[in-house]
């Protein structure tokens, strides 16, 4: 659960209030970086877990800046085929709701974190491409971080990110194709179901501030 949250928590620069379709990958990044950073740093509510606030905050910066079908589709695999059009979107909702749910946790613990970014160059028709950055914590060992990102009607999103070069969408691939197999597709959405449902009712855990 700490890496999940890590690699959720290093997601935030996602988040922007500039329009997607009119700045490259790599500069949306960048530019939206230090505007959530900052509003993580200085709201103490947040920190603590207000769970309004930070659900607020995750739904106006972060969401809008993913693909989370893309995520969904790559995340189930070759079961994607064979869901029906109810069940995928009976998917993409849950496992965003997944998602979201983990976010509320890694908003309590992420700060003083720094964001390094890596050169970066991409072909003027890339419809996919890779940004990379690095992580850096005082008194911790840099995190480097790949987010993978493609061209939508909607602007740059990201449909994967990988963390000391493990793939999110990956670390569920395995756990979900386990749970179809056994169950089926109406049990991987069952499965999430009932997590988000257990997570909404558990309150975050808070994190002293000095």
């Given at each position: 659960?700490?890496?999940?949250?890590?690699?959720?928590?290093?997601?935030?620069?996602?988040?922007?209030?500039?329009?997607?379709?009119?700045?490259?990958?790599?500069?949306?990044?960048?530019?939206?970086?230090d505007?959530?950073?900052?509003?993580?740093?200085?709201?103490?509510?947040?920190?603590?877990?207000?769970?309004?606030?930070?659900?607020?905050?995750?739904?106006?910066?972060?969401?809008?800046?993913?693909?989370?079908t893309?995520?969904?589709?790559?995340?189930?695999?070759?079961?994607?085929?064979?869901?029906?059009?109810?069940?995928?979107?009976a998917?993409?909702?849950?496992?965003?709701?997944?998602?979201?749910?983990?976010?509320?946790?890694?908003?309590?613990?992420?700060?003083?974190?720094?964001?390094?970014?890596?050169?970066?160059?991409?072909?003027?028709?890339?419809?996919?491409?890779?940004?990379?950055?690095?992580?850096?914590?005082?008194g911790?060992?840099?995190i480097?971080?790949?987010?993978?990102?493609?061209?939508?009607?909607?602007?740059?999103?990201?449909?994967?990110?990988?963390?000391?070069?493990?793939?999110?969408?990956?670390?569920?691939?395995?756990?979900?194709?386990?749970?179809?197999?056994?169950?089926?597709?109406?049990?991987?959405?069952?499965?999430?179901?009932?997590?988000n449902?257990?997570?909404?009712?558990?309150?975050?855990?808070?994190?002293?501030?000095?």
């Open positions: 659960m700490k890496k999940l949250v890590s690699m959720v928590a290093v997601l935030l620069c996602m988040a922007g209030a500039a329009q997607a379709e009119a700045v490259a990958p790599d500069v949306l990044i960048r530019n939206t970086a505007d959530v950073l900052a509003i993580v740093k200085q709201d103490k509510d947040i920190r603590a877990g207000d769970q309004k606030k930070i659900l607020a905050l995750v739904d106006a910066k972060v969401l809008p800046h993913f693909d989370f893309r995520m969904t589709q790559l995340a189930v695999g070759k079961h994607w085929r064979s869901a029906s059009n109810d069940q995928k979107q998917l993409v909702t849950e496992f965003r709701n997944l998602l979201v749910r983990t976010y509320t946790k890694a908003f309590t613990v992420y700060r003083d974190q720094t964001i390094e970014y890596k050169p970066f160059k991409m072909a003027a028709d890339a419809p996919e491409v890779t940004v990379r950055t690095v992580i850096n914590k005082p911790q060992p840099p480097p971080v790949d987010y993978e990102m493609r061209k939508t009607p909607g602007g740059w999103k990201a449909y994967d990110v990988s963390i000391e070069g493990v793939s999110m969408v990956n670390s569920y691939r395995g756990t979900f194709a386990t749970e179809i197999e056994q169950n089926g597709i109406n049990g991987l959405i069952k499965m999430l179901s009932d997590k449902a257990g997570a909404a009712n558990a309150p975050l855990k808070e994190v002293k501030t000095k």
